[in-house]
């Protein structure tokens, strides 16, 4: 029988397309219609804002094990997390959690290895793109990174606070991040990562200057090879 995937949500778009994901591409592995067994929890997303308002990552990490704890209540087997951002709490989560967790950004930094990039643009909340969420683990695999510019990351972060978790899709938001990924571009990247779970409704390989590594879809896919031991 496949794990039971435990999914620790924050924002609902990018929790809701990292379920989907799981649930369509399983048919792929298990059969028609077929998935492993999935419980997702999440709490309001503006308890997780306050506490990332006041740089409360203790706070955060709370969340994340209150969350960790009732999903390990109704039999899941282990954690995911699809959303980028809340991962810097997930060292304070670890040690206590009742359960192993997959972790985005080693999922994404495994991937752009196995593909051969070398420099990686980074994309994300401004919280995210400040952080060592995606430069400890891409440095890891040896890989470079390039962080967007002080303007370019207050652009990415209201797309996506303002617009992407709420689905909101426009040409505006289109055209900034092409932009801002055309410059990534051109100083030497290779690849971008799509680090926020809400980027992928809006950029893709179709409409992006560079290759994506979707953080959303990889870890989906990752859990269900987990569960699935495939």
């Known amino acids: 029988m496949p794990q039971h995937i435990g999914i620790v949500a924050c924002s609902a778009e990018g929790a809701a397309l990292c379920y989907r994901t799981i649930c369509v591409e399983g048919a792929k592995l298990l059969g028609e219609h077929a998935h ?11 308890e997780y ?13 709370e969340l994340m094990l209150a969350s960790a704890n009732k999903l390990a209540g109704i039999g899941a087997d282990f954690l995911i997390c699809p959303d980028n951002t809340i991962h810097q709490s997930l060292p ?9 967790w997959l972790h985005i950004a080693e999922v994404v930094a495994m991937e752009a290895s196995a593909r051969g990039f070398q420099r990686i643009g980074l994309t994300g909340t401004r919280y995210l ?15 470079e990174y390039t962080r967007p510019s002080a303007m370019e990351r207050e652009t990415i972060n209201r797309i996506i606070f303002n617009e992407l978790v709420y689905g909101i899709i ?8 092409q932009r801002i990924i055309g410059r990534m571009k051109a100083e030497g990247c290779d690849a971008v990562v799509l680090g926020c779970t809400e980027i992928p409704l809006l950029m893709n390989d179709t409409n992006s200057p560079l290759p994506t590594l979707d953080s959303t879809r990889l870890l989906a896919r990752a859990a269900l090879h987990r569960a ?3």
Do not use: N
């Open 129 to 143: 793109v400040e952080s060592e969420v995606y430069p400890e683990k891409l440095s890891a695999h040896g890989l």
């Open 170 to 177: 426009t040409p505006e938001a289109l055209a900034d991040f």
């Open 92 to 100: 304070f989560v670890q040690s206590r959690s009742p359960l192993p």
């Open 228 to 230: 699935t031991r495939l």
């Open 36 to 46: 492993p067994e999935i419980s997702l929890h999440t709490y309001s997303l503006a």
């Open 49 to 61: 804002m306050q506490c990332i308002y006041r740089d409360d990552w203790q706070g955060v990490a």
